[in-house]
């Protein structure tokens, strides 16, 4: 019987549990996966500790993966026993040998790209992808600020806005995250815990500040960002790894005439269609280098607490995979 790792309720990593699950046949529009690589992201960790209660328990965690076609329920002619595919699932369970899973949230995983490359990125590609275009259409001639530039996403962006000519102002918490940034092309970098990030980035740009700034950090570095940005300036806040951002008071907005966004990957790609060109654009740039992301970082399914936890103390450097 296929295991799965269970939370009963939210808590420290200990809180999830391998246990052995029935997956049944897939009902209409479903597929039965069998999963080969599984993503961890820092939402699996909010959900976890109970910060978001978007999980019914008990249940099992994860919202990407990929994996291989073991069945397909009536009505599904997208897929077909045995294609490779990847998925984002909205309604959890990717923490999972095998699993039931919506054929409209897989997409078709093209032929040389890596199972365990894809399933750990496809959120943060997305992410990355949605990011730049729709929730703020970046162009060349923009500077931009990435905080922590090294991490999943943040290398992304670094890599995908230097290839579109933008400037690429990055934060990192020490030299050696200072490298591997400056080769994901970051053109100018930030020791945040050496230097004062607004004061570096006012340097950087002449007193201007930076058109957007991206910021999954949160409560520690928001109003940070939202210092460093130029007159109409425009500051995405797509994660909270340190905690929640304060309470914002709207005249501080009015100052420069900024604009504030919190996007959730889920309200862009809603759409099949939205969701197949997403990530078609997001595999090219993968297979045609515009992309050249670090290798995971792999752990045991059974290991996904110490997973959580490297990923807590920031002991990881990029995308984060189990692996059944």
Same mark, same amino acid.
């Given at each position: 019987?296929?295991?799965?790792?269970?939370?009963?309720? #939210?808590?420290?990593?200990?809180?999830?549990?391998?246990?052995?699950?029935?997956?049944? *046949?897939?009902?209409?529009?479903?597929?039965?996966?069998?999963?080969?690589?599984?993503?961890?992201?820092?939402?699996?960790?909010?959900?976890?500790?109970?910060?978001?209660?978007?999980?019914?328990? &008990?249940?099992?965690?994860?919202?990407?993966?990929?994996?291989?076609?073991?069945? $397909?329920?009536?009505?599904?002619?997208?897929?077909?026993? =045995?294609?490779? $595919?990847?998925?984002?699932?909205?309604? +959890?369970?990717? +923490? #999972?040998?095998?699993?039931?899973?919506?054929?409209?949230?897989?997409?078709?995983?093209?032929?040389?790209?890596?199972?365990?490359?894809?399933?750990?990125?496809?959120?943060?590609?997305?992410? %990355?992808?949605?990011?730049?275009?729709?929730?703020?259409?970046?162009?060349?001639?923009? /500077?931009?600020?990435?905080?922590? #530039?090294?991490?999943?996403?943040? @290398?992304?962006?670094?890599?995908?806005?230097?290839?579109?000519?933008?400037?690429?102002?990055?934060?990192?918490?020490?030299?050696?995250? %200072?490298?591997?940034?400056?080769?994901? =092309?970051?053109?100018?970098?930030?020791? +945040?815990?050496?230097?004062?990030?607004?004061?570096? $980035?006012? /340097?950087?740009?002449?007193?201007?500040?930076? @058109?957007?700034?991206?910021?999954?950090?949160?409560?520690?570095?928001?109003?940070?960002?939202?210092?460093?940005? %130029? &007159?109409?300036?425009?500051?995405?806040?797509?994660?909270?790894?340190?905690?929640?951002?304060?309470?914002?008071?709207?005249?501080?907005?009015?100052?420069?005439?900024?604009?504030?966004?919190?996007?959730?990957?889920?309200?862009?790609?809603?759409?099949?269609?939205?969701?197949?060109?997403?990530?078609?654009?997001?595999?090219?740039?993968?297979?045609?280098?515009?992309?050249?992301?670090?290798?995971?970082?792999?752990?045991?399914?059974?290991?996904?607490? @110490?997973?959580? @936890?490297?990923?807590? *103390?920031?002991?990881?450097?990029?995308?984060?995979?189990?692996?059944?």
């Amino acid at each position: 019987m296929p295991i799965a790792m269970v939370m009963h309720e #939210a808590g420290g990593p200990e809180v999830l549990k391998a246990e052995p699950i029935e997956i049944g *046949a897939p009902g209409p529009g479903e597929l039965h996966l069998k999963q080969t690589a599984v993503g961890v992201n820092f939402h699996d960790i909010y959900v976890r500790s109970g910060l978001y209660q978007t999980l019914p328990l &008990p249940g099992v965690p994860g919202l990407e993966g990929a994996g291989e076609v073991l069945a $397909v329920g009536e009505g599904v002619d997208r897929f077909q026993v =045995g294609d490779r $595919v990847a998925y984002i699932a909205h309604g +959890y369970g990717a +923490y #999972a040998e095998e699993r039931l899973i919506k054929a409209d949230n897989a997409v078709p995983l093209p032929d040389g790209l890596d199972d365990t490359l894809v399933a750990g990125m496809m959120v943060r590609g997305l992410t %990355a992808r949605v990011l730049m275009t729709d929730v703020f259409a970046l162009k060349p001639g923009h /500077t931009l600020l990435v905080q922590a #530039a090294a991490g999943g996403v943040g @290398q992304l962006l670094c890599q995908w806005a230097h290839h579109l000519g933008a400037t690429v102002i990055g934060t990192v918490g020490s030299e050696a995250k %200072a490298e591997q940034a400056r080769a994901q =092309g970051c053109d100018h970098v930030i020791l +945040y815990r050496e230097q004062d990030v607004t004061e570096a $980035v006012k /340097t950087i740009t002449d007193g201007r500040g930076v @058109q957007v700034a991206y910021d999954s950090v949160g409560k520690d570095t928001f109003y940070g960002s939202l210092a460093c940005l %130029a &007159p109409r300036g425009h500051l995405v806040n797509f994660g909270q790894s340190s905690g929640p951002v304060e309470p914002l008071a709207m005249p501080r907005l009015a100052a420069a005439s900024l604009t504030v966004t919190r996007p959730m990957l889920g309200h862009y790609i809603g759409d099949l269609a939205r969701r197949d060109q997403v990530a078609a654009e997001f595999f090219a740039a993968l297979q045609d280098g515009t992309l050249t992301p670090a290798a995971p970082a792999i752990y045991d399914l059974k290991d996904v607490g @110490q997973a959580h @936890q490297d990923m807590e *103390a920031r002991k990881t450097h990029g995308a984060v995979v189990l692996k059944p």
